[in-house]
Every structure is written in C-alpha cells, then in structure tokens.
C-alpha cells in the first residue's frame, strides 16, 4: 500500500559513474517532484512534472535528468557522479497541477553516498 | 523571495513535557500556504499539517496543534505531552502564489524527547 515508492532506498557508487533512482507514486497525482536533502538535512526542491512535462527546473547541474515515461512514475538519471551529490533524494507527488495549494507527499527517501 | 526560518536548530526535552517549535516566514504574496512536515530517525517525511494564508484558526490533532499568526508571520507548533517517539526532526515549509508548489523548507528543528 505505499504511496511513493523510491528503489533503491541506498546506493553506493564510485566518482564518475552514472545511475539512477526511481520513484512510483499509486495515489494518483497528476504532479510528481524530486528533492535534495544535503548534510545538514536542508531541503531544497529540484525538478517537477506534471503529467510527463516538466514544469520546475530549479539551478541543477545538467549531470541531472529527470525522465517521466508516465504520470505515475518519475526517474533521475544523474551522470558523473561527483562526490558534491552525496545525499539523500526525495520523490514526492501531489494531486494539483503544481498549485500552491497541493500537498506534497514524500517517499521514503535514496540515500546516495559518492566514494 | 519567500524564506522560511526555524531557529531553533535542537530541542532536548523530556517526557510528558510540552514543547513548541517556532517556524517564521517571509513573503510578498497574500496567498500562501504553510506546512508541517516530520522526519523521524528512519528517514521518510511524513505529512502533518497544510494551512493557508486566509485561516488563522489554530488547529488542534490530539496531541499536536498549531498555531498561526499572521501579525507576527510565524506558524509554531506544539506538541503536549511529548512521547519518545515524536523524536524526529520538524520542518516547516512555505508555498506561494507566484512560485506555485515550489516547497520553501525551513532548516528543520531537531527534537529529541528523552525518557
């Protein structure tokens, strides 16, 4: 019954190496997010779509992608891996078309640790 | 631009005690919402609390409430009683009408209820 799901929940990897995270969200939501969670636990929003088009892209890195096949599902490919993007990424979704009304639900969290 | 303060970066209490978190917001729009979010020791966010700017109610959920002031831009929350297992780390959060779902998160409050 999760509602957002991320795998893998830890991921370990060398310097220069490409991955990805996944995130799935059953509740529905027309609108799915990605956020960074740095060291000292600050939180900042990365990338938003809304049924498959991207409508936040927040200053990242162009190492990051992200990738919605479809509404329920939300990718970030990240390549070259610098030891700066050790940390944990958070998919979360909300109902709305972006609005600053939605509530936002989180999954449980990718912690990315760079060697 | 829209800010979201905590300052208090760590709460140390004990049982049974009361505790209030302190969240101050700054912005230009008259239409925002505010959240609550909490991130216990595993790791997920979990959802508490969305207010907007046009309720100054306060809001009460068993053991949890809130209370939002306007006057003073600050939405703080309490938690009577406190448990062992509302340790977590507390954030508030802020969202505008002309940055639509974009999350403004505060640096998140560490609370640690010991027995």
């Known amino acids: 019954d999760t509602a957002v799901s991320q795998t893998p929940k830890y991921l370990v990897t060398q310097m220069g190496n490409d991955k990805s995270i996944k995130c799935e969200q059953n509740l529905g939501h027309d609108t799915m997010y990605w956020y960074k969670q740095d060291s000292k636990k600050f939180l900042k929003i990365m990338f938003s779509?809304?049924?498959?088009?991207?409508?936040i892209n927040e200053t990242v890195p162009n190492r990051f992608s992200p990738k919605s096949p479809d509404k329920a599902h939300l990718n970030l490919h990240i390549n070259s891996l610098e030891l700066g993007d050790s940390a944990v990424y958070f998919c979360?979704?909300?109902?709305?078309?972006?609005?600053?009304?939605?509530?936002?639900?989180f999954g449980p969290g990718t912690r990315l640790t760079v060697l | 631009a829209q800010k979201v303060t905590q300052a208090q970066t760590e709460i140390s209490v004990v049982e049974k005690e009361d505790v209030t978190l302190d969240c101050v917001y700054e912005?230009?729009?008259?239409?925002?919402?505010l959240f609550w979010y909490k991130q216990p020791p595993s790791g997920e966010l979990v959802f508490l609390i969305r207010r907007n700017s046009f309720d100054e109610q306060n809001e009460i959920s068993g053991r949890y409430s809130w209370n939002f002031q306007k006057s003073t831009s600050s939405f703080n929350f309490t938690i009577t009683a406190s448990q062992v297992v509302d340790s977590a780390v507390y954030f508030c959060a802020l969202s505008c009408e002309t940055s639509g779902s974009r999350l403004t998160f505060g640096e998140g409050t560490q609370l640690t209820v010991n027995p």
């Open positions: 779509y809304n049924n498959k088009e991207l409508i």
């Open positions: 979360a979704s909300s109902q709305g078309y972006g609005f600053v009304s939605d509530t936002q639900y």
């Open positions: 912005t230009r729009d008259t239409t925002y919402y």
